[in-house]
Antibody, heavy 120, light 109 residues
Framework: QVQLVQSGAEVKKPGASVKVSCKAS????????INWVRQATGQGLEWMGW????????GYAQKFQGRVTMTRNTSISTAYMELSSLRSEDTAVYYC?????????????WGQGTLVTVSS | EIVLTQSPGTLSLSPGERATLSCRAS???????LAWYQQKPGQAPRLLIY???SRATGIPDRFSGSGSGTDFTLTISRLEPEDFAVYYC??????????FGQGTKVEIK
């Protein structure tokens, strides 16, 4: 069965960077997009960006341009999201999600989420 | 950039009642590119509806989606206890981009 397993919780200081991993199993990693979505406590879902694991092509939400980098290691079926210049407002749960092979590429599978806390 | 506005913010209903959730887009959206998700506390979102009308695998038929253009609706025909949650609409746009509405909370009355 399809699974996305994310790395554990992180605590970072303002100005630092964080790198979250998302290990995929149960399907061919390079066949489906990986998206990253975050959610601050008590808030809604915020799309951060997208990556094609086959080509490595990426697209980022304008809000995160210049601060986020999405990469992958196809040999271990793992996607990564790195966010730099962290500030307190970046405290959130970060999810990876797999796009489906359907028009609109809905996000049919999600990781369990990784809590990133930014605090001095 | 397309903005999705969901209403109401909170819906207070009793089990067995019908829930009607609205998602309005700031400009026309292809029906093929409109999805709905359910999220329960402490859990990741779950895909319910894609392509505005199609239920995802394993989703009960009490959930249905409708709409076109700028107005879309998620209907839960008879609320079960497990349906009390937050619901998000989402559209897929060019570039590509994914945009979420701000969510509607369905709570027990």
């Amino acid at each position: 069965q399809v699974q996305l397993v994310q790395s554990g919780a992180e605590v970072k200081k303002p100005g630092a960077s964080v790198k979250v991993s998302c290990k995929a199993s149960g399907y061919t990693f390079t066949s489906y997009d990986i998206n990253w979505v975050r959610q601050a406590t008590g808030q809604g879902l915020e799309w951060m960006g997208w990556m094609n694991p086959n080509s490595g092509n990426t697209g980022y939400a304008q809000k995160f341009q210049g601060r986020v980098t999405m990469t992958r290691n196809t040999s271990i079926s793992t996607a990564y999201m790195e966010l730099s210049s962290l500030r307190s407002e970046d405290t959130a749960v970060y999810y990876c999600a797999r796009g489906a092979a359907a028009p609109g590429r809905p996000l049919g599978y999600w990781g369990q989420g990784t809590l990133v806390t930014v605090s001095s | 950039e397309i903005v999705l506005t969901q209403s109401p913010g909170t819906l207070s209903l009793s089990p067995g009642e019908r829930a009607t959730l609205s998602c309005r887009a700031s400009q026309s959206v292809s029906s093929s590119y409109l999805a709905w998700y359910q999220q329960k506390p402490g859990q990741a979102p779950r895909l319910l509806i894609y392509g505005a009308f199609s239920r995802a695998t394993g989703i009960p038929d009490r959930f249905s989606g409708s709409g076109s253009g700028t107005d879309f609706t998620l209907t839960i025909s008879r609320l079960e206890p497990e349906d009390f949650a937050v619901y998000y609409c989402q559209q897929y746009g060019s570039s590509p981009t994914w945009t979420f509405g701000q969510g509607t909370k369905v709570e027990i009355k």
